[in-house]
């Protein structure tokens, strides 16, 4: 099994940044992907970004390309989105997931998810 801890989330106004962490530990595997998911109320659970474990090919999502960025620490064994330029609509819980399908958006090809982390965007 895989174990998944996301931090780094909170409260910031529109047009600022935070950076959000998730550490892996356990069962991983270098042929692993590694994506972010947010979920606001009342709406479904939408893929953000991904990047693959061994090579770092990334992802993204339309509603978030060229504003977050994605990467990983392999030392570390942990994966970092920067989110710039942020907006009201960004107010989610955003969670990190792993699947072995790589470069899916799919939510439903993901095996292990972390507990969430609440990033909120005020105007």
């Known amino acids: 099994q895989v174990q998944l801890v996301e931090s780094g989330g909170g409260l910031v106004q529109a047009g600022g940044s935070l950076r959000l962490s998730c550490a892996a530990s356990g069962r991983t595997f270098s042929s692993s992907f590694m994506g972010w998911f947010r979920q606001a109320p009342g709406k479904e659970r939408e893929f953000v970004a991904g990047?693959?474990?061994?090579?770092?090919?990334?992802y993204y999502g339309d509603s978030v390309k060229g504003r977050f960025t994605i990467s990983r620490d392999g030392a570390k064994r942990t994966v970092y989105l920067q989110m710039n330029s942020l907006k009201p609509e960004d107010t989610a819980v955003y969670y990190c997931?792993?699947?072995?399908?790589?470069?899916?958006?799919?939510?439903?090809?993901?095996?292990?998810w972390g507990q969430g982390t609440q990033v909120t965007v005020s105007s």
């Open positions: 997931a792993v699947t072995r399908v790589i470069g899916t958006r799919n939510r439903y090809e993901y095996d292990y």
């Open positions: 990047i693959s474990w061994s090579a770092g090919s990334t």
